[in-house]
C-alpha cells in the first residue's frame, strides 16, 4: 500500500480488526520509509453499479460520495461515525445485490431518506431538504410537519 505521506510504494500492517458492523477490515499501517501510520479499509464490493441520474447521465457507484451527502446531513447532530458507517454499507450492500447494474439516484436518494428517518429526524429533515430541493421555507414547513405527524403515529 502506497504511503500516503511520502508516496513510498511499501507499508507494514501493524492491526487489524473488522469494522462496519463486520462488512469491512480496518488495518493500520506503518510506512517502512518514512514511519507515518495511516489507516485503510477493505470492504467488499459485489458487482460494479452505475447510477442513473435525473439528466440521465451516468457515473460509477460511488460509496465516499453516499458517505459525505450522509455525514454533511448528520452534521452536529450527535449521530456517531459508525451509525453512518452502518447506514452507508446497508445502502451500498442494497445497491450491490439489487440484481441490476443500474440504479436511478431517485432510489438512492429514498433509501438514505428511509435510512435517515430512523436515525435523526433533522438529518432526514436537512437530506431531503436538499434531495427534494427545497427552495422556500415554506417548503421545510410542510415537510418538518409531515415528519413531526408521522413521529406521533
Same mark, same amino acid.
Given at each position: 500500500? /502506497? ?8 507499508? #507494514? ?11 469491512? +477490515?480496518? /488495518?493500520?499501517? #506503518? ?5 507515518? /501510520?495511516? @489507516?485503510?479499509?477493505?470492504?467488499? !464490493?459485489?458487482?460494479?453499479? @452505475? ?16 458517505? #459525505?451527502?450522509? @455525514? ?7 449521530? @456517531? #461515525? ?9 445502502? !451500498?450492500? !442494497?445497491?450491490?445485490? =439489487?440484481?441490476?447494474?443500474? +440504479?436511478?439516484?431517485?432510489? +438512492? ?13 433533522? =438529518?432526514?429533515?436537512?437530506? =431531503? ?7 422556500? =421555507? /415554506? ?8 415528519? !413531526? ?5
Amino acid at each position: 500500500m /502506497r504511503c500516503p505521506f511520502c508516496a513510498h510504494d511499501d507499508s #507494514q500492517v501493524k492491526d487489524s480488526r473488522p469494522a462496519e458492523d463486520n462488512a469491512a +477490515i480496518r /488495518r493500520r499501517r #506503518q510506512c517502512s520509509k518514512c514511519g507515518a /501510520r495511516f @489507516t485503510t479499509f477493505e470492504r467488499v !464490493q459485489l458487482r460494479d453499479v @452505475t447510477v442513473v441520474k435525473s439528466d440521465d447521465k451516468r457515473e460509477a457507484f460511488d460509496r465516499s460520495k453516499l458517505e #459525505q451527502s450522509v @455525514t454533511l446531513a448528520c452534521r452536529k447532530r450527535g449521530v @456517531t #461515525q459508525e451509525q453512518i458507517d452502518q447506514l452507508v454499507s446497508g445502502i !451500498q450492500r !442494497q445497491v450491490e445485490t =439489487a440484481g441490476e447494474g443500474e +440504479i436511478a439516484s431517485t432510489r +438512492i436518494g429514498e433509501m438514505v431518506m428511509d435510512g435517515l428517518r430512523q436515525i435523526d429526524s433533522v =438529518a432526514y429533515i436537512r437530506f =431531503a431538504s436538499v434531495y427534494r430541493d427545497f427552495s422556500e =421555507a /415554506r417548503d421545510f414547513e410542510e415537510f418538518a410537519s409531515t415528519v !413531526q405527524e408521522a413521529a406521533k403515529d
